[in-house]
């Protein structure tokens, strides 16, 4: 059987556990451009609940958060989930492009792993210059993935040998970025 897809949140970069815990939302930039992202509900986000506690409302949030469309993650799921998206691009209200990315992202396992790593991949030679990132075939998704993993195994080992038992280990950089306002 293949593996489970794994959802994170775009906002807060975790893991979304739960999938009733997540959301596709639908955000409109102000140049027009539209994007898609999942997303935990704000109420159980590490990123944002805390503007919601004590009862209250949305308007502690960055507007961007605040007004845009979101739906519950698992109707973009399955079979009916990839007709949904499908559907939204058709109808031009997803663009192209993001919504081909999200239903990759939403069907494929693996596959967020793979596009944050492919630019790095095709710098270092691992795809050669014939692989298009944006389309992968499944021997290109496994070979990025399997670079990926060596790579973090090996980063394991140095810090093993390398840092006295004392000291914890490093954290791993944070990756929220401070745009939240
Ligand atoms: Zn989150």
Known sequence: MARPVVHW???CQLRIDDVADGL???EELFNGRVILRVVHRPEVCPRWR????????YE???????GRDSFPLREFLGPFGMLRVLASIAAED???REGMELLKR???PDYLAFSNAVDEAVREGVLGPEADPLH????????????RAGLAR????FLDVFEPPTVAKRKKPDKGGGDDE
Do not use: F, I
């Open 24 to 26: 596709v939302a639908r």
């Open 50 to 57: 805390h503007k919601l506690a004590h009862g209250q409302g």
């Open 60 to 66: 502690n949030l960055p507007r961007r958060v605040a």
């Open 9 to 11: 949140c775009d906002d």
């Open 106 to 108: 939403l069907q494929v």
């Open 136 to 147: 992968p075939t499944l021997w290109e998704l496994r070979t990025v993935l399997e670079w």
């Open 94 to 96: 997803y663009p192209e």
């Open 154 to 157: 090996a980063d394991e080992e």
